[in-house]
């Protein structure tokens, strides 16, 4: 079963008291739901998740802890709106965790994997019409490659592409595994030897298919206005484009602005809401039980004033 990375610093930060009101708001299998669930006994948690076999599994394992608990289907970036249908404004802290859950990429059908041949889906949401196949076969190729190299950061996205574009003129491009000897055969040698090659492109276009970058940053600028004041928002990221992002947001909102530096006193309205509270990658430990964590990061920001 998927195992939660940096589950310990999580609940350390998060700093859970047994009446604590917390977002879970990338639920998956559970594993940080359960912990926070175990301390916040008279508390209650919201979790939000799209995929409803993940669901299904967590509802099962938080109701052996207990029943305070919600979960909420739905993408992320509706949190704000979904929880004041629920009469709820503020919240005693959000965890993100956007690492896709080992059971999605292991299960065959679901076309996130590189290493097993399904059709290519690649929607963390079944629901939801656009697929890996339709951004293969019908994207032009300048956008494709603008794709393969802003969201998988892909040296080859240009040569990968042309394999693509000659490739699905013949006939459409319909499994991952065809997709991943495209690939192959459009890369350098020994561009293979070290890590998987189709490992960025499958990146990117799994974050265009679920539109992640964007729905992240919508979500993220909530989740502050949501937290309430001497609360906490922890974010576990796996790839630099969200740390990116993740980094650039909490800096505007803990830092005071450049302008200002001179002047001998600040005044409260420009003071940031929220500092800075850690910046935290996985032990050697954790790394060497569990291979998925190595390109994790955990960030988490604090409100200091409303």
């Known amino acids: 079963m998927h195992k939660s990375v940096l589950l310990e610093e999580c609940i350390k930060y998060l700093n859970l008291e047994e009446t604590s009101v917390i977002v879970d708001a990338t639920l998956g299998y559970g594993g940080h739901s359960s912990e926070i669930l175990k301390k916040i006994k008279r508390g209650f948690l919201f979790a939000f998740d799209q995929d409803e076999e993940a669901i299904a599994y967590s509802d099962e394992r938080l109701k052996k802890i207990s029943n305070n608990f919600e979960i909420i289907k739905s993408n992320f970036v509706n949190m704000q709106d979904e929880l004041l249908k629920r009469n709820v404004s503020k919240v005693d802290g959000i965890l993100f965790d956007l690492g896709v859950s080992s059971p999605q990429l292991d299960e065959q059908e679901r076309g996130f994997s590189f290493h097993k041949d399904a059709k290519l889906d690649m929607r963390m949401d079944k629901a939801s019409l656009k697929t890996a196949y339709d951004v293969v076969n019908n994207y032009d190729e300048k956008t494709l490659i603008n794709i393969l190299r802003e969201y998988g950061e892909e040296k080859y996205a240009y040569s990968i592409v042309k394999g693509i574009a000659k490739a699905r003129n013949e006939k459409p491009i319909e499994t991952t595994l065809e997709l991943v000897e495209i690939i192959k055969n459009h890369v350098p040698m020994k561009y293979r030897i070290n890590k998987h090659p189709a490992r960025k492109t499958f990146q990117a276009l799994r974050i265009e298919v679920n539109n992640e970058l964007e729905v992240f940053e919508k979500a993220l600028y909530e989740a502050l206005d949501l937290v309430g004041l001497n609360k906490k928002v922890a974010v576990i990221t796996f790839h630099s484009l969200e740390d990116k992002i993740c980094k650039r947001i909490f ?51 604090e409100k200091i004033k409303e």
């Open 251 to 301: 800096k505007e909102e803990s830092e005071i602005k450049k302008e200002l530096h001179n002047l001998p006193i600040i005044p409260d309205e420009f003071k940031p809401r929220f500092k800075m509270i850690a910046n935290i990658e996985p032990s050697e430990e954790e790394i060497n039980s569990n291979n998925r964590s190595r390109s994790a990061r955990l960030r988490v920001i």
